[in-house]
């Protein structure tokens, strides 16, 4: 989904220029963007040969699930401008940017925690911009969301924590609900019989975030939303962290967003990434196709990484 | 002086009629005579602040969305209750219109000195956008009190939870209102004595420690006292949910925050408040008792005697509820209520860290004991009103 409508992405020069540009290579600076992208490619050589492999795996199907349609917000001051962008069943769409140009507000907005002053958000089919409170809330159980700080209920133990979605969404009964916990434990590589017991003070940043992903995916929703998943961790658990919201969508083939300014993680587990500048999306586009950019900002970005 | 105040009289009447001369552009050695025209151009000018004046109203509601934005973050994540018309007109009508100017009007260079009319204009503003502000607090506040007491008759119940609230508000709080209701009582005992022993009328002790704790002191003393100790718990409590996101996290797991923690706050509010006022009252009356019997030398049969004669000559409603303590028992009910709403309020809408929880327990305290001693005053007229 390349040409949404608010994709800003470099239009391909007219033939005319291409030409010009041809004739007198120096002059554009064309070979120092070729050998930028080369640089480019080599150093995320190896997150892009992973990203290929997860995505052949995935074989993300083109129904969108995920939809804004030049979305705009504002408080005080505007958030964000005619953004659009689309993720479709099974892919993995990471949201990157500078910090405070609204990559979490369209998580809040996909969410309907918030609605936008004009533009559609659709979730699964539903245009969000009419539901009710009540309608939100149901909606929102497709949805797990992973928070940036994991926000665990403290008064409330591991296993709680990860039960209390299920005890309100499902009639599962204990036995069934601890079997689920375990099972999710298992799989963020927690040892349930250690953890279930422990309160979220008692655990450290990487294992409050894998606790948060296992209360995210309880209920097993078709869309995990991630909000700096990778934020205020050392690269070994951020790894963990990456490996892990990939496991999830190869195995169990969810639809993720993940806002992140961590561009390598990004480069391994996104199908798309779109950029955020100045509360608009300057591109979006396969990781592929980031580095191949001439955007001079993307380049920019991409070269502070 | 006074020629000269005639003279800016004139000037500036003609200068806002109408004048014929205006008609007639070219006369402009009238101008050398300081006359209507000259003072038109100014005019012009004064028209544009009248302009700019118009659109510092704008500006103002424009830097003072704040509340709205507020209110639009609270509907998304929270929502109580239905957008305000306040907020619907302020958005539909000046909301959204971009601010031209960014200077204020009455600091602006284009007309020179601020003139007098102007600075009220402003300061009337001031006080409309914050009259705004409060009118949409006041909403917001019972928007959230709304919600919270329909949600007690809407399943899931959260019983747990009540248990868990009616225990941390209630059994927490026996200690220091027990404490202080018993010393109440004594000081209550001991300062009447020392009044009633100059009419020789020593033996009606009993009698207005009764009427003063049941009637008054118990629910207030009990209200301020838990005000000050559970209001600020519960402030600090969903505060500090709220910075991290908890309450975000519990809309997202498709929970309604104010059902899974407002709620049940003010049904453990509610029941544990009169609960904690009957033991305060109780034990206030026995500190009395101490004082009369062992200061005063009144029997203790004596004493309780007169505890009951003034319970009875309040009368009775349906023959065996006595006035006094339908009285007593109306007022921490409704203080439970105004504790827990008002610190599920201020904790709901912290913000700003670990700074803003600090903000919202303080002002949980403050709000929470005013408004306990204000309504005590006009609840306390109707009941007399209604029970004598």
Not at chain 1, 58 to 70: F, N, P, Q, Y
Not at chain 2, 309 to 334: C, M, N, R, W
């Amino acid at each position: 989904m390349t040409d949404t409508p608010g994709d800003t992405k470099g239009a391909p020069a007219p033939p005319e220029r291409e030409e010009e540009r041809r004739a007198n290579p120096e002059e554009d600076g064309e070979p120092r963007l070729r050998r930028a992208e080369d640089e480019l490619r080599a150093r995320f050589a190896e997150e892009l040969q992973e990203g290929e492999e997860t995505q052949e795996r995935i074989g993300a199907s083109r129904e969108a699930i995920v939809e804004l349609d030049h979305v705009s917000l504002a408080f005080d001051r505007p958030i964000l401008e005619n953004v659009s962008l689309v993720a479709r069943r099974g892919e993995t769409i990471v949201i990157a940017g500078e910090s405070g140009t609204g990559k979490s507000t369209i998580l809040k907005l996909i969410l309907r925690l918030l609605a936008p002053d004009s533009g559609r958000v659709i979730v699964d089919g539903e245009v969000l911009n009419d539901v009710t409170y009540e309608e939100a809330l149901v909606i929102r159980q497709k949805m797990g969301m992973v928070f940036q700080g994991a926000a665990l209920f403290d008064s409330m133990s591991v296993f709680e924590n990860i039960a209390f979605p299920l005890r309100e969404h499902t009639t599962l009964n204990e036995d069934e609900i601890e079997a689920r916990v375990r099972e999710k434990l298992e799989f963020v590589d927690l040892e349930p019989d250690r953890v279930m017991g422990q309160l979220p003070a008692e655990l450290s940043g990487g294992m409050k975030k894998r606790v948060g992903i296992a209360r995210g995916m309880a209920v097993n929703p078709a869309i995990m939303l991630y909000d700096e998943p990778t934020s205020g961790l050392d690269p070994l658990t951020t790894g963990t962290i990456t490996r892990l919201v990939m496991k999830l969508q190869r195995e169990l083939k969810v639809t993720s967003v993940v806002v992140s300014h961590d561009i390598r993680s990004a480069f391994r587990m996104a199908t798309k990434i779109a950029l955020l500048a100045e509360r608009r999306i300057v591109f979006f586009g396969s990781p592929e196709e980031m580095t191949a950019s001439q955007d001079r900002y993307v380049q920019d970005f991409l070269g502070g990484v | 002086m006074r020629a000269e105040r005639d003279h800016i009289l004139r000037d500036v009447r003609s200068a806002a009629e109408r004048h014929p001369l205006l008609a007639h552009p070219h006369d402009r050695h009238w101008c050398l005579w300081r006359n209507a025209i000259d003072i038109a151009a100014q005019i012009d000018v004064e028209h544009r602040v009248a302009d700019h004046g118009y659109f510092s109203s704008r500006c103002g509601i424009e830097e003072r969305r704040q509340p709205v934005a507020r209110e639009k973050r609270l509907h998304g994540r929270v929502s109580y209750g239905t957008r305000s018309t306040l907020t619907r007109l302020m958005r539909s009508g000046l909301g959204h219109a971009p601010c031209p100017f960014t200077t204020p009007v009455w600091n602006s260079p284009a007309t020179g000195s601020p003139s007098r009319g102007l600075r009220l204009a402003g300061f009337f503003e001031s006080i409309n956008d914050g009259a705004k502000m409060r009118v949409l607090a006041v909403q917001e506040y019972f928007g959230l009190a709304a919600k919270a007491v329909r949600f007690m008759f809407a399943r899931p119940f959260y019983l747990g939870d009540v248990v868990q609230q009616m225990d941390a508000i209630g059994v927490e709080s026996l200690g220091i209102v027990l404490l202080t209701g018993f010393f109440t009582g004594m000081v209550l005992a001991l300062q009447t004595s020392v009044q009633m022993a100059q009419f020789g009328a020593t033996m009606y002790i009993g009698r207005l420690v009764t009427a003063s704790m049941v009637r008054e002191l118990g629910p207030v003393l009990a209200a301020i006292l838990v005000a000050g100790r559970v209001g600020s718990g519960i402030a600090a409590q969903i505060g500090s949910m709220r910075v991290t996101e908890q309450i975000d996290a519990l809309n997202t797991l498709g929970v309604d925050p104010i059902k899974k923690l407002v709620t049940p706050r003010l049904i453990a509010a509610l029941i544990m408040m009169p609960v904690l006022t009957i033991l305060s009252d109780t034990v206030g009356i026995g500190g009395g008792n101490v004082i009369a019997t062992a200061y005063v030398g009144i029997p203790t049969g004596l004493y309780w005697r007169t505890v009951w004669e003034q319970i009875a000559s309040g009368g009775f409603i349906l023959h065996y509820i006595p006035a006094d303590f339908v009285q007593g028992l109306t007022k921490p009910f409704v203080f439970g209520g105004i504790i827990a709403i008002t610190g599920c309020y201020f904790g709901i809408n912290t913000k700003g860290g670990t700074e803003g929880v600090g903000n919202a327990t303080t002002r949980t305290v403050v709000v929470a004991s005013v408004m306990i001693l204000v309504v005590d005053y006009f609840l306390t007229q109707v009941l007399l009103f209604l029970f004598g």
